[in-house]
């Protein structure tokens, strides 16, 4: 039996005026969000703990580097002075030297293997575990997440924007640290030759600072529109490409070419926004630190004319002032490579610390045994507050029992059962089965309990075979037997047995290699083989011919029995023989009744059979 309670309503359906629990955590995690997103460099220093072991070994390479870039001048410097002082014992003091500076070159080049190798493994370890963590966050997410974004987006933040956080581990925070070391040596070495020298290296530090904190702060935010423009044009790429079929037949190409030149052109536009700044300011900051260079040599020379400092030092002194000002050059381009990686970051955590609506609440259990009742309390929902969609709708399916859902295209039909499997939650009201909140199942314990037929069937790039056992608990390991069981019930092994390679014949990307209707019986088959309670149908015969359809409607007869069946169509063929159908109007059910009786009201119902060909 069937129950409903009808809800009398006026045109638009009322408007909620109460703020929903989805809304109010949308809110709270938005808040959270942000917080969680303001360091995103400490955050990821964090994230980077199970590399440090290898991070540390990166770094002994790089105090191997510094120290054999301090020891080369230090070296020259010695053998100037034996040179200027006519050492009688040059000769055997050039050669130690020589062989020290061996010594430093030899330890420098363990050392660049060291930073190089093992800042990449911490690297692109991380990278392998961001990109899996973000795949399987958004594959976790609710239908609602997926509204307002194109595929192509979401791909770019797996792909691009997690290949752009690689510089800033393998190169920038390596180059950090090798110049931070190079830095404070050479300031230390430089006021050990001589103070006056020393400060006047200081100089243009201020201005080069300067330049680099202006560049950091004000052209940081052209990377990141640079990188969402990037997000777009992944995005009409893949959308192009996913419908190929469609613009060659209305042989758009060209429009569509254009299009997607539009937006590489926004993109390149952006990008060479961003990089023209960094092309102004590196040269800035460079010539800032030659300025500096220029007054050193000046007055080093002044100084050794009044005799207050020596030749060998004047040189180790230039050679180290070349080598105090490397890390400030080279900071224009670290901060380059985070300003980067630091936006990357940012678009990775902003879809990280995206809290779905839809999850298990801490008291959430798996069912013990499924009947298959059905029944939907008071349930109100909206897609957009000011369009509600559902408005109070009241029904109850007894398990076993067939409901059909018929109405006009965006009634809400496909709504109600995907309220049903929770890829949406209702705004009021609540729907249980057998009993129990659905809410307060596990979202795993629910949706196993469901088999599902969609309009618009997907399938994977394989064969048929590895399509049909998809739905099934065993997966891939599903004996064959039971994979040509199913297609039988479906009415899909003849055709498929036509192929060269029968089960094995590979479908191609969403199963292009096939017709509308031999698509649906896989998607049929790969339902009736899921074998769950509760099997929903929404719009399952859509795509097939009429004789088709006879074929698959006497399979779904034999599948229906012992299981809680609600299907969503509009061919009178498909309906007729429902336990109960329910018209949908404006928001919620306006009929309710059998085939029969609903004919015999002449209302709705009759008005689509006899008008609109249900």
């Given at each position: ?60 390479g ?12 230090y ?49 692109w ?21 997926f ?48 103070v ?38 992944n ?10 079929r ?11 070419e ?28 460079l ?14 020379g ?51 610390d ?137 009415n899909a ?51 097939v ?31 007729r ?17 059998t085939?029969e ?18």
């Open positions: 039996m069937i129950i409903v309670r009808l809800y009398m309503k006026n045109s638009d359906c009322g408007e909620r005026k109460a703020v929903s629990d989805s809304e109010r955590r949308s809110a709270e995690s938005s808040v959270n969000t942000v917080k969680k997103r303001r360091y995103p460099a400490i955050r990821l220093l964090r994230e980077l703990r199970p590399y440090y072991g290898v991070m540390m070994l990166a770094l002994a790089m105090i191997f580097i510094g120290v054999a870039q301090l020891a080369v001048p070296i020259t410097r010695l053998l100037l002075k034996y040179i200027s002082n006519s050492d009688p014992e040059l000769p055997v003091k050039a050669v130690g030297l020589g062989l020290t500076l061996l010594g430093f070159y030899l330890l420098s080049a363990g050392g660049q293997f060291l930073r190089s190798y093992f800042s990449h493994v911490a690297a370890g991380y990278i392998d575990g961001i990109r899996m963590k973000l795949y399987s966050h958004i594959q976790g997410m609710s239908m609602g997440f509204q307002d974004k194109q595929t192509g987006q979401l791909l770019s933040r797996i792909t691009a924007d997690t290949s752009n956080i690689e510089p800033l581990v393998a190169h920038a925070l390596p180059d950090f640290i090798v110049n931070g070391i190079i830095f404070i040596g050479t300031a230390i070495l430089l006021f050990t030759i001589n006056k020298l020393a400060a006047m290296t200081l100089i243009t530090i201020p201005v080069t600072v300067a330049l680099a904190f202006i560049y950091a702060t004000k052209f940081r935010p052209r990377f990141k529109q640079a990188h969402a423009k990037m997000g777009e044009l995005a009409n790429i893949q959308d192009k490409l996913s419908g190929v469609e613009i060659t037949s209305f042989n758009k190409q060209k429009e569509c254009e299009s997607v030149g539009r937006t590489s052109k926004i993109h390149y536009k952006g990008i060479m926004s961003a990089l023209k700044a960094s092309a102004i300011m590196n040269p800035l900051i010539f800032n630190n030659n300025i500096g260079l220029v007054i050193v040599l000046i007055a080093g002044i100084l050794a004319w009044n005799g207050d400092v020596g030749a060998p030092d004047v040189v180790a002194f230039i050679m180290y002032v070349s080598y105090f000002y490397q890390p400030v050059i080279a900071l224009a381009q670290i901060i380059e490579q985070f300003n980067t990686a630091s936006t990357a970051l940012e678009r990775c955590y902003e879809i990280l995206t809290e779905d609506d839809i999850k298990d609440g801490p008291k959430s259990i798996p069912p013990a045994s499924v009947k298959g009742e059905i029944e939907f309390h008071n349930v109100s929902f909206a897609y957009k507050k000011e369009e509600p969609v559902l408005k109070d709708v009241s029904i109850k399916v007894e398990p076993g029992k067939t409901l059909a859902l018929v109405g006009p295209t965006g009634i809400g039909k496909t709504t109600m059962v995907n309220l049903l499997s929770r890829f949406y939650d209702v705004d009021q009201g609540q729907i249980t089965i057998d009993g129990t909140d659905i809410r307060d199942l596990t979202l795993e314990s629910l949706r196993n309990q469901i088999s599902t037929v969609l309009q618009d069937v997907f399938l994977f790039h394989g064969t048929i075979s590895e399509n049909i056992s998809f739905g099934s608990p065993d997966g891939p390991n599903t004996p064959k037997e039971k994979i040509e069981e199913a297609a039988k019930l479906a092994d003849e055709f498929i047995r036509e192929f060269e390679d029968g089960y094995d014949t590979v479908v191609g990307e969403r199963g292009m290699t096939l017709s509308g209707g031999q698509k649906q019986r896989i998607s049929i088959a790969r339902a009736i083989l899921r074998d769950m309670p509760i099997l929903v149908l929404d719009e399952a015969t859509a795509s011919d009429t004789k088709t359809e006879r074929l698959i409607r006497d399979a779904l007869e034999k599948l229906c029995k012992g299981r809680t069946t609600v299907i969503v169509a509009h061919r009178l063929s498909t309906v023989h429902a336990d109960m159908i329910a018209v949908l109007g404006n928001c919620g059910i306006e009929e309710l009744g085939h009786e609903l004919m015999d009201k002449k209302g709705k119902y009759y008005s689509l059979v006899t008008e609109e060909g249900l």
